[in-house]
Nanobody, 123 residues
Framework: QVQLVESGGGLVQAGGSLSLSCAAS????????MAWFRQAPEKEREIVAA????????DYRDSVKGRFTISRDNAKNTVSLQMNSLTPEDTAVYYC????????????????WGQGTQVTVSS
């Protein structure tokens, strides 16, 4: 089992920045990829960004490219998401997830999930 605990999030004005962090524990040696998903009210959960456990290959959905940065801290077993130039469309509950394999953007490839953290961007 892998346990994931998110921190960060909150309320910010449009154009502002927020940083999310996810701490992984348990059988982290089995993790292949970490990712951030988000789910807005009445919408499907969608991939935001992902990175391999080694931190060598980040991937992003098109709408966040150039604004969001995903990174790994190997020493702390954490994954962070730096979010800049936020817009109201980024408002959602953000979830950290871990995959044991598979492609980066497929939700069903992720086996472990955090509890989620709310990000609200006001206009």
């Amino acid at each position: 089992q892998v346990q994931l605990v998110e921190s960060g999030g909150g309320l910010v004005q449009a154009g502002g920045s927020l940083s999310l962090s996810c701490a992984a524990s348990g059988r982290t040696s089995e993790i292949y990829r970490m990712a951030w998903f988000r789910q807005a009210p009445e919408k499907e959960r969608e991939i935001v960004a992902a990175i391999t456990w080694t931190g060598l290959r980040p991937d992003y959905r098109d709408s966040v490219k150039g604004r969001f940065t995903i990174s790994r801290d190997n020493a702390k077993n954490t994954v962070s998401l730096q979010m800049n130039s936020l817009t109201p469309e980024d408002t959602a509950v953000y979830y950290c997830a871990a995959a044991l394999g598979g492609s980066w953007s497929v939700r069903n490839n992720y086996d472990f999930w955090g509890q989620g953290t709310q990000v609200t961007v006001s206009s």
